[in-house]
């Protein structure tokens, strides 16, 4: 198993670099281009969020295994306003920043699993998985 890669996210530069790394693991782990693309974009989607809503953060990618399958793992952290209404961003199309609101939506399409924990005034932590077909 390789090692976890953290990153801290606290400009838009560390945004493409989380998303880079994100990709490069993938393709480590030996996901296809189009696989690729879906981790490398829900990455770019959530550490936005972070930089837009919490300011600061951190994005970690790390390979998994589960059942002999193996699979990458992305986990999402930072200590901002949190999410009082976890439901209601989940939605297509919610946004409070005039955004498209399809951030949160889309990267748990993109991803196989995909889990958002938040406490208002704590912070919120979204862990989502890909697995290797
Ligand atoms: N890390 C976070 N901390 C606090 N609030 C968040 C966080 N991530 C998302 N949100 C809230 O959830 C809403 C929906 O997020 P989502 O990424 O789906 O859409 P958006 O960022 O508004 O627009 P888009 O991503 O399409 O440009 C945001 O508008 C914001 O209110
Ligand atoms: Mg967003």
Do not use: H
């Not at 879906?38 to 550490?47: G, H, P």
């Amino acid at each position: 198993m390789g090692q976890a890669k953290a990153s801290v996210i606290r400009s838009d530069l560390d945004i493409v670099i989380a998303r880079t790394i994100a990709r490069d693991t993938a393709r480590s782990l030996g996901f296809g281009a189009i696989d690729q693309a879906r981790i490398a974009t829900a990455v770019s989607e959530l550490a936005r969020n972070i930089f837009l809503y919490a300011g600061t953060g951190s994005v970690t990618v790390c390979e998994i295994e589960r059942n002999g399958r193996r699979g990458l793992e992305i986990m999402c952290e930072d200590q901002g306003p949190g999410i009082a209404n976890i439901d209601l961003v989940m939605q297509d199309g919610y946004s409070t920043s005039r955004g498209m609101g399809m951030g949160l939506p889309g990267a748990k399409r993109l991803m196989d699993e995909f889990d958002i924990r938040s406490q208002e005034g704590q912070g919120t932590t979204i862990t989502c998985r890909k697995w290797r077909i």
